[in-house]
């Protein structure tokens, strides 16, 4: 998807990686490669110390459901430092980080409802002027292999 006039757009399924960082292929492949034949890896799965090269660009969001309601469970340092405040705990509705509130909560909410990986390519400057996010991939995870009970993000930035 392609906003009017604009640069970013939204690739659902791994056909990103032909155009994607280095950072943004690596954290897609950490998480393909935990899924073991299952759809999707579960948050045991996940060992942090084995990315922790991609940590402050890691984002971890609970999922609840009727009606669905995502709330940042952790927010990586490049992330924090691009909005200027961290938003663990709160509302991802509230609290989005996209181009637009809506195309970013849209980004989840696909992730969340198909059960597959979603990456945005948003190249634009976040609130912080040392930093640009040149993309960012949601991924799901789900403790049974079937519903998505939680999703792990990585969002890369360029430093100016």
Not at 91 to 105: I, L
Request: proline share 7%; net charge negative; glycine share 8%.
């Amino acid at each position: 998807m392609s906003g009017e006039g604009s640069t970013y757009q939204r690739i659902i399924g791994p056909d990103f990686l032909k155009i994607c960082t280095a950072r943004i292929r690596r954290a897609y492949e950490y998480w393909d490669g935990k899924r073991h034949g299952r759809s999707m890896p579960s948050r045991a799965d996940i060992d942090p110390s084995e990315i922790r090269d991609l940590l402050p660009g890691i984002i971890l969001i609970d999922v609840a459901r009727d009606p669905l309601r995502l709330t940042y469970r952790l927010v990586g340092t490049d992330e924090v430092e691009a909005r200027g405040y961290d938003p663990t705990g709160k509302d991802v509705k509230e609290h989005v980080f996209a181009v637009t509130p809506e195309f970013g909560f849209e980004t989840y909410s696909l992730a969340v409802a198909r059960g597959v990986v979603v990456y945005d390519q948003e190249p634009w400057a976040s609130p912080n002027p040392r930093l640009c996010e040149v993309g960012s991939v949601v991924m799901p995870l789900s403790n049974d292999g079937r519903t998505v009970d939680m999703l792990m993000a990585f969002c890369d930035y360029r430093r100016n």
